[in-house]
């Protein structure tokens, strides 16, 4: 690891992604955070967790293209109106992208084998590195140990034995390895509005009735309370700014 490194890091702001930032910025490597954000998620907790690891940051907003694929997703839904797996390669194309562009040598995520059954199996796993291009210059930090060596690792610009091996839905690892640098982090809760099963019913039926919906068609869904009357969507605020 004579030579210094650069890598880009998808960096949502909780645990997994903030670890994976932190573990390869100890080996020395330059990093800039990739911060998503859509009509569905802020990115408010990837840009304080950027901040806390002392890491710039870019913001990238995907709206238009996730739209797209949350009317028609290539690899279907999770628990809700979520296309995940499209979701993940959206950011992992723009990342990839940027790698290119800027002659950045990795790209790095928070990913964890085993711990979401839809979009983090090892077979999902393979696809997005295949899909978005990437191949073997996606490290994934958390689970290394248990993944293929990737092109950081043969060429040793990282000591594997410095990643880890963690797999499973557990976050004990994590929280102890957290506690020990003193991260901070948020609570495994909220973020994206499409896995929220009454937040993806108004997708669905939003889909139903207006199949080519836009952004602002989206936004109305996250106000009021809602009311079909055929094919008419009556949105009635529950307060002063709702109605604003």
């Avoid at 238009?64 to 390669?89: F, M, Q, T």
């Avoid at 928070?110 to 978005?132: I, P, Y």
């Avoid at 009735?209 to 529950?238: S, Y």
Wanted: net charge neutral; hydrophobic share 35%.
């Amino acid at each position: 690891m004579k030579n210094k490194k650069k890598a880009l890091v998808l960096l949502s702001g909780g645990l997994d992604s903030s670890l994976a930032a932190w573990l390869i910025k100890e080996q020395g490597m330059k990093l800039k955070a990739l911060v998503f954000e859509s009509v569905f998620f802020e990115p408010d907790k990837g840009i304080r967790a950027a901040n806390q690891l002392d890491i710039p940051y870019e913001v990238i907003d995907i709206s238009e293209r996730l739209i797209d694929i949350v009317k028609n997703p290539n690899h279907g839904y999770g628990s809700g109106a979520n296309p995940c797996l499209d979701c993940h390669l959206i950011m992992l194309g723009k990342a990839k992208e940027i790698m290119d562009k800027e002659n950045w040598d990795f790209v790095v995520t928070g990913e964890v084998l085993g711990q979401r059954t839809f979009s983090q199996k090892k077979q999902s796993m393979d696809l997005l590195a295949k899909q978005s291009g990437l191949e073997d210059k996606l490290v994934r930090p958390l689970s290394a140990k248990k993944l293929d060596p990737t092109t950081p690792e043969k060429k040793n610009w990282l000591e594997r034995e410095k990643l880890l091996g963690i797999t499973g839905r557990g976050r004990k690892e994590q929280m102890e390895l957290a506690e020990k640098i003193n991260l901070s982090y948020p609570q495994p809760a909220g973020g994206c509005m499409l896995t929220e099963r009454g937040f993806a019913n108004k997708i669905f039926d939003l889909k139903k009735h207006f199949p080519d919906f836009d952004i602002n068609d989206a936004q109305l869904l996250k106000v009021g309370r809602h009311f079909w009357q055929g094919d008419r969507l009556v949105i009635i605020g529950k307060d002063e700014d709702e109605n604003e």
